[in-house]
């Protein structure tokens, strides 16, 4: 597609209930970003891959959460057992190509905003 | 804990104003962007600079990054509502895949 598109755009959840995110990146992007927006802050880098190897989770905020690229292209973001302080905006991004100085260039899609009552 | 402080967290100008809005910290990166966010959108990149002391035009966006690399600003001439929106800095580390973000400037241009 023509870019990132995120599934679903809202989700509101009960305390203690899974819930599972979608990412398709823009076709042929070989690197996907999560990233996490709280209410007024700036996005938290979650986790990282490259194709279908997550090569970066430092930022998962605990076990609940897990992230998949199984076939390199689409992503799941999955929070287990959620809890109220996981309402966020939930980001993702990808990534074909690095800038001159070795960074990603990241296109972000629109995001999916989690409620967790 | 934010890796990167923004000032102002707010500003809200009348149109054709100048702005200035700083992205600091104590830490060294080696890459810095900026982004403009828009309610309900994706940060959306502007600016890659990379060496200290840089300055890279965009219009009437000015963009700098400090001599040690450790800061950056951006100046906007002239304003016009259009560019109203949240302004975030992200720089990058060694780890040119993890990006730490601040947590912004909200602008608001009045026409």
């Known amino acids: 597609g023509a870019g990132v598109s995120q599934s679903p755009r809202y989700k509101v959840a009960k305390r203690g209930q899974d819930v599972a995110l979608r990412c398709d990146p823009i076709?042929?992007?070989?690197?996907l970003f999560w990233y996490q927006q709280a209410l007024g802050q700036g996005p938290e880098f979650l986790t990282y891959?490259?194709?279908?190897?997550?090569?970066?989770k430092s930022g998962l905020p605990s076990d609940r959460f897990f992230a998949e690229r199984p076939e390199g292209s689409v992503s799941t973001l999955k929070i287990q057992r959620t809890q109220q302080e996981d309402s966020a905006v939930y980001l993702c991004?990808?990534?074909?190509?690095?800038?001159?100085?070795?960074?990603?260039?990241?296109?972000f899609g629109a995001g999916s905003r989690l409620t967790v009552l | 804990t934010q890796l990167l402080e923004q000032s102002p967290q707010f500003l809200s100008i009348q149109e054709g104003e100048n702005l200035t809005v700083y992205c600091n910290s104590s830490?060294?990166?080696?890459?810095l962007q900026w982004y403009r966010q828009e309610p309900g959108e994706g940060p959306v990149l502007l600016v890659t600079?990379?060496?200290?002391?840089e300055v890279k035009k965009l219009k009437r966006l000015t963009f700098q990054f400090g001599d040690a690399r450790k800061d950056s600003s951006l100046h906007i001439t002239a304003a016009q509502p259009g560019d109203t929106g949240l302004y975030l800095c992200?720089?990058?580390?060694?780890?040119?895949?993890?990006?730490?973000f601040g947590s912004g400037t909200k602008l608001n241009v009045k026409p």
């Open positions: 991004a990808s990534s074909s190509r690095t800038d001159y100085s070795g960074a990603n260039v990241l296109t």
């Open positions: 076709s042929g992007h070989v690197s």
């Open positions: 891959f490259q194709n279908e190897a997550q090569l970066d």
């Open positions: 830490s060294v990166f080696s890459s």
């Open positions: 600079v990379v060496t200290g002391g």
């Open positions: 992200a720089g990058a580390k060694n780890n040119f895949n993890k990006f730490y």
